[in-house]
């Protein structure tokens, strides 16, 4: 049930440190390929490649189960607010909605839906940790009132 939610986090927690808030379409330290690592042992490749002149990225996701996500991040100027969507194998859809972003931390809520239809709605905080690592926080409930609190890592791939 809760195997979706690391990718969730990563999403956000690469996303919302690359942005600056004078900047906030910095996406070139995304570009490239990373590691995603979540504490209830899931984890994924992604390959992020920017678009729309820059503006915004997609990631590809890949995980060892053969699962595969799509995620579009981008800036959403009226709200001064970044945003990550991921749409996956199984039914899995995100949300995270950044309203707190700085060169190197950002924080703001998430929605997470996993395969089996479990929801997770909380707080999500994303750290740049340094050139190639950003860390990252989801604290949050089920609908059944479980409560989630994980951590996750993204490591960029050397070449």
């Known amino acids: 049930m809760l195997t979706r ?3 969730l986090i990563l999403a956000l927690l ?9 900047r906030p379409h910095d996406w070139a330290y995304l570009e490239g390929s990373w590691q ?3 504490s209830n042992g899931y984890t994924a490749d992604i390959e992020y490649n920017t678009v729309a002149g820059g503006i915004a990225a997609i990631g590809k996701w890949k995980d060892k189960g053969g699962g595969q996500t799509i995620e579009t991040l981008g800036w959403h100027p009226d709200e001064k607010a970044m945003v990550s969507i991921g ?6 859809f995100w949300q995270y909605h950044y309203t707190h972003v700085t060169e190197d931390k950002c924080s703001g809520t998430a929605i997470f839906i996993d395969p089996n239809g479990t929801v997770i709605q909380g707080n999500v905080s994303l750290t740049r940790v340094g050139p190639d690592s950003v860390s990252g926080q989801l604290v949050g409930k089920t609908k059944d009132g479980e409560q989630v609190n994980m951590s996750v890592k993204f490591t960029r791939k050397t070449p």
């Open 14 to 22: 690469s996303s919302a440190s690359l942005l600056r808030a004078e």
């Open 87 to 92: 749409f996956g194998s199984g039914a899995k």
């Open 36 to 38: 995603f690592e979540a």
């Open 5 to 7: 939610v690391p990718l």
